[in-house]
């Protein structure tokens, strides 16, 4: 599934408000700090206090002008909190040792240079180990910060990868299947249905009854087509879903009239669509109407079927009615597949499948699909 875009630009959105606000707050803190060590503020002080909470507000982007406009304000002692802010900013975005132990250097000489007078040896170390402190704990909060940034940027991507092997592995194995399945159908189905058009033709050139030659050419042309789709479908698992080059088209509307009339039935079609009708809509329609038909042959053999086709604005509306039985029904194999495979292609274009038996005994097949294929 697709992130959404609106919650990715609200999270965005959220992120540069929370940035904004802290700079601000940051800058704040700053003032407070002038306010309360240099109460009696010097033009000079005021300048470089404004200079340096600009230099705060450009941290972001500008990590290294920020800290430069901070330090003349460390070293008068107009302000402490503005270059530990400044120098942590810098370590979040160099990854340079060099220049991170330089810009230390420098923010430890210059918190030195205020008061700096040669103290007396007890409060020498002291004096030392507060700077060194004031200078190192910025960039060591920064690199900590930074390489928690990268660790968490090599996570998603060792994650993507891994998924992306996860689904590969599975594209591997569904190909595998589809490449056993379509030798099993070449194999097996193909095989069968050859030989009923071989034989099918053999009883249509020797026989001498006129219906029995024209049953089997009806037989040994179904034969012909049923490998056709064979040969498509065994096309299209051999090529993983691609388009295959050589394909004939698939059935369309257009195809309903010879399919009723080769069923073998006694059956009558209505129907008032157009060809403006989307393909796989088009292939949805004729799947539903030879379901239909191939259950009245296979479970209501002589029995009456009305198949009817009929469109609005919004919805296509199948249809395919055959009543009670008038001979046994032959005893031919049946799992449901071909109706659960109905529903969903049904389901999947936007509409809904209804079947039913009837109370005399007939049986009722229903689907409505949308007058327009549905986005995805």
Known sequence: MSADPRGGLAELTR???FAVITDLALAAAAVVDVMVLVP??????VTLAA???????????????????VLPGLVVDAMTIAAPIALYSVAVRERRLPPLIAAGAVTFVCFLLPDWQLPELDYLAPSLLYALLYAATPIALGALVRTRGELSDRIADLSAARESERRRDEQDVLRQERARLSREMHDVVSHQVSLIAVQ???LQVSSTDPDAR???GVIRSLAVRTLDELRQMV???RADGAPTLGEKPQPTLQDLPRLVADSGLPAALITDLGTDVAPPLQRAVYRTVQEGLTNARKHAPGAPVRVSVRTSTT??????????PTAPALPLPSGAAGLRGLRERAELLGGRLDATVRLDGGFRLAVQLPAREPEH
């Open 15 to 17: 992120r540069r408000w």
């Open 40 to 45: 009696d503020w010097t033009p000079f002080e």
């Open 51 to 69: 200079v340096a909470v600009a230099g705060l507000l450009l941290r972001r982007r500008l990590p290294w002008v920020a800290f430069v406009l």
């Open 200 to 202: 099918a033709g053999a």
């Open 214 to 216: 024209r049953t089997a």
């Open 235 to 237: 096309g299209v698992l």
């Open 315 to 324: 919805t296509i509306e199948v249809l395919v009615e055959n009543g009670p």
